[in-house]
């Protein structure tokens, strides 16, 4: 089945700086790749998702690129914002059949003002 | 939060003792999803169901029950809870399968001990 893994589990920024969350899978069959932001208390909320026929999509200062080769894909934030402190994670799965979402494991995101 | 809710919000109670948590949508989505969030293990899929009566396991199935009599509840029942059941449990919910974005509840926190 598919394994997804996300580095780092812990990020740190200074406020304005640009952020990099990087994950790879396992199953080359995947080919939808979702990103979610948990916020404290809170469930995990889509904010970005990108499939496997396009190679990046960007909205605002998120961006998602996707490189299908290599088996990864990762979360660029730039201009951070200390409201972009969350925890992050990715996701892979088919995009045909019953959806089964594989989760990375997250990364904690702090922008320090 | 996309017109989920779950309840309770927190529950402690005794190994050995059954529990039912509740998802409830007003969304009137055909697919429910039961995810536990445990640190270092992301969120892991519990059971899904695809319509009314129709469920089916997740990853971590065992030890976990649910049912779905009505389109807009999704109960998850602990027969006989554990220490290892210790964790947050998320309700999703999606329009369709495959590339359809998950809408997840704020999640209970369960603590058996």
């Known amino acids: 089945g598919e394994n997804v893994e996300q580095h780092p589990s812990t990020l740190s920024v200074q406020e304005g700086d640009s952020a990099v969350i990087k994950c790879t899978y396992s199953d080359s069959a995947s080919n939808y790749f979702p990103w979610y932001k948990q916020e404290l208390g809170k469930g995990p909320q889509l904010i970005i998702d990108?499939?496997?026929?396009?190679g990046e999509k960007k909205d605002q200062r998120i961006a998602v690129t996707l490189n299908k080769t290599a088996k990864h894909f990762s979360l660029h934030i730039t201009e951070t914002q200390p409201e972009d402190s969350a925890v992050y994670f990715c996701a892979a799965s088919p995009s045909t059949g019953f959806q089964k979402l594989v989760f990375g494991t997250g990364t904690r995101l702090l922008v320090s003002p | 939060d996309a017109g989920i809710t779950q309840s309770p919000r927190h529950k402690v109670t005794e190994t050995g003792t059954p529990v039912t948590l509740r998802c409830h949508q007003t969304e009137n989505h055909r697919y429910m999803y039961w995810y536990r969030q445990d640190p270092g293990h992301g969120l892991r899929l519990i059971h899904y169901?695809?319509?009314?009566?129709?469920?089916d396991k997740g990853e971590v199935s065992d030890g976990y029950s649910v049912s779905r009599s009505k389109t807009e509840d999704f109960l998850l029942t602990l027969e006989s809870a554990t220490s290892s059941q210790t964790s947050v449990y998320f309700c999703a919910i999606s329009r369709g399968q495959g590339d359809s974005p998950l809408h997840f509840g704020n999640g209970t926190r369960l603590t058996v001990t």
């Open positions: 169901s695809y319509g009314v009566k129709d469920t």
């Open positions: 990108i499939r496997s026929n396009v």
